[in-house]
């Protein structure tokens, strides 16, 4: 069976208030013909499926159009799983309904881990894959809270219950195989962070937990898995140099710092090893197309307006961030940047001022944006803001860590709320 791992959809997600819906209707559509065009048997979407816990309708219209589409072309089988940006109970609530057309979703981890192991039937009918599908694990779902823990004891525990959960995921599925009587692959999916990991500059991952921690090491995924279908990361990559696990990416550009990066989806196909009795996949990275180019223009006022000189004259849609690094101030950077590329099919989504170049202008002009921010960062703000002695801090950080992590339970009633919202409107 010939599979395809996606990941990191983020549909409703924004660029600095621009709406990017137009492309990811354009994205879902090239999958859809990508899938028709290579026969491809089974879909992996490994997480991040929207950007909120609460999308809004055209996000969801998206979704549930692309699954339409998607169950009358070849595919035989869809596969998804919840990542840190999903609402577990918005993705599971269709579920029954969706696994009648081979659509199978898995929003939140089960005490039965046996549960989340789904044979996939070939089109004969019999099994020809199993997929442990692991989403994104929340704190709550792989370790218990102990009083008086410290960081350091919470991120072993945390890292302990992972491991745990894929192996006995593994064991699982290996037994389901045996009982079978069938020699077929094992795919685990799996939305984590593994040490180690490629990230960019503003590309919107968040931590999936408190801090830094969660941080896994490739080895916790067993040598039953033939092939491990990863998100989280936005930047197409296999982990601990073994091919038979790998990141396949965010499909579009989340940020600027993503702009110039080949974006792309994964092929899968597995020979069957006689010798070893393992499946070795062979992969296949698809180039997914631009729909809306992204474009960062850096320097000082001359080099920028000599750069978006030459994006005007392209004539072809573009969305700029400006990074201003030159040692002048200048107080209309704004305006003549936005007149620089006026009348034309550029535009300027977000101007940014390197303080390191210039601080007195960086003080003057430059304003932080909510997006560029984590929450974490804004906690920060207001403890300078407050003026709130070192010596507390560390605790008051620690506190208000604990907090955000207490907020993960509410995506229910966040979606409760969403709804009650639409209903009114």
């Known amino acids: 069976m010939k599979l395809l791992h996606t990941s990191d959809w983020h549909l409703g997600r924004s660029l600095y208030g621009r709406k990017r819906d137009e492309e990811f209707a354009q994205f879902l559509q090239w999958m859809v013909q990508t899938v028709r065009e290579r026969e491809i048997d089974v879909l992996v979407v490994a997480g991040d499926v929207f950007d909120t816990a609460t999308p809004g309708n055209r996000a969801q219209a998206l979704y549930y159009q692309f699954l339409h589409q998607m169950v009358a072309s070849p595919c035989r ?9 999903d609402s577990p109970s918005f993705l599971n609530a269709p579920g029954d309904l969706l696994r009648a057309f081979d659509v199978h979703v898995i929003g939140q981890a089960s005490t039965d881990v046996a549960q989340q192991v789904v ?10 894959m199993l997929v442990c599908a692991v989403p994104y694990l929340r704190d709550r779902d792989v370790r218990v809270v102990s009083a008086g823990e410290s960081m350091q004891d919470k991120d072993a525990n945390l890292v302990a219950g992972i491991r745990d959960h894929y192996e006995a995921i593994a064991q699982a599925a290996q037994d389901l195989r045996t009982s079978l009587g069938r020699a077929i692959p094992i795919i685990a999916t799996g939305h984590l962070y593994t040490a ?3 990230v960019l500059d503003g590309d919107g991952v968040r931590d999936l937990y408190i801090g830094s921690l969660g941080q896994v090491h490739a080895r916790i995924f067993s040598d039953v898995f033939d092939y491990v279908a990863l998100g989280h990361l936005h930047v197409p990559q296999i982990v601990d140099g073994q091919t038979r696990i790998r990141y396949s990416g965010s499909p579009l550009p989340m940020g600027f710092g993503e702009a110039r990066q080949q974006k792309v989806v994964c092929q899968v196909t597995f ?13 296949e990275t698809i180039g997914v197309p631009v729909f809306q180019r992204l474009r960062q223009v850096r320097g000082d006022l001359q080099a920028i307006t000599g750069q978006l ?7 072809q849609s573009c969305w700029i961030e400006v990074l201003y690094d030159g040692q002048e101030i200048v107080t209309d950077l704004r305006q003549r940047v936005e007149q620089a590329v006026a009348d034309s099919p550029v535009e300027v989504l977000r101007v940014k001022v390197n303080g390191r170049s210039n601080p007195a202008m960086t003080s003057a002009r430059q304003q932080e944006s909510l997006e560029d921010l984590t929450p ?9 803001a407050y003026q709130v002695p070192d010596e507390q801090r560390s ?3 620690h506190t208000y860590q604990e907090a955000l992590a207490l907020l993960e339970p509410v995506d229910e009633q966040a979606s409760r709320i969403q709804t009650t919202k639409s209903e009114r409107h």
């Open 271 to 283: 020979d069957h090893d006689l010798t070893s009795d393992r499946f070795v996949p062979e992969v």
């Open 119 to 128: 044979v996939l039937r070939d089109e004969y009918g019999e099994p020809g």
């Open 77 to 85: 089988h869809i596969v998804i799983v919840a990542g840190n940006h």
């Open 196 to 198: 180690g990991g490629q």
């Open 376 to 384: 974490m960062d804004v906690f920060e703000r207001c403890l300078e």
């Open 395 to 397: 605790e008051m950080r």
């Open 309 to 315: 000189e030459v994006l005007r004259e392209d004539g």
